[in-house]
């Protein structure tokens, strides 16, 4: 009996610590239906990252063990302004969206949250680097 009550807990805590997100919604970011969407890039304590270089890469999320994987990469780069905005085209943002600056990365769909006025914000984990 004590058994079972150690394992219930447990699985009740590791449900709490899931995304909020129902199963099967797409994330916010995904939902964003103007041509761009502006994204002001956090390092980890919280402040801006300015005159950045941005590197995107973002696929629609399947993995296969044998070829062909049609996985529909794509890439895209800019740069943050002084306030640690880039304005980024919707196009690019799939299932799977990584972004990178040097220094710092996160995953822009699962990371991004928005704020007032069509702005998001991303803090970004320490790590990164530029694939060029």
């Known amino acids: 009996m004590r058994f079972t009550l150690a394992l219930v807990a447990a699985l009740l805590a590791g449900s709490a610590c899931q995304a909020q997100r129902p199963p099967g919604a797409r994330p ?22 300015a005159g950045a270089p ?7 999320g399947i993995r296969c063990i ?5 996985t529909n990469g794509t890439s895209w ?7 640690g905005l880039v304005v980024i085209p919707t196009r690019v943002l799939q ?11 996160g995953d822009l769909v699962e ?15 320490a790590g990164g680097g530029s694939r060029d």
């Open 28 to 49: 916010a970011i995904l939902q964003v239906r103007d041509s761009t969407v502006r994204v002001r890039l956090l390092n980890p304590a919280g402040r801006p990252l």
């Open 54 to 60: 941005v590197e995107i890469w973002s696929d629609n």
């Open 66 to 70: 044998r070829a062909p994987c049609p």
């Open 77 to 83: 780069h800019g740069r943050s302004d002084a306030r």
């Open 95 to 105: 299932a799977s969206t990584t972004l990178t600056t040097p220094g710092y990365e």
């Open 111 to 125: 990371g991004a949250r928005p704020g007032s006025h069509g702005l998001w914000s991303i803090r970004l984990a």
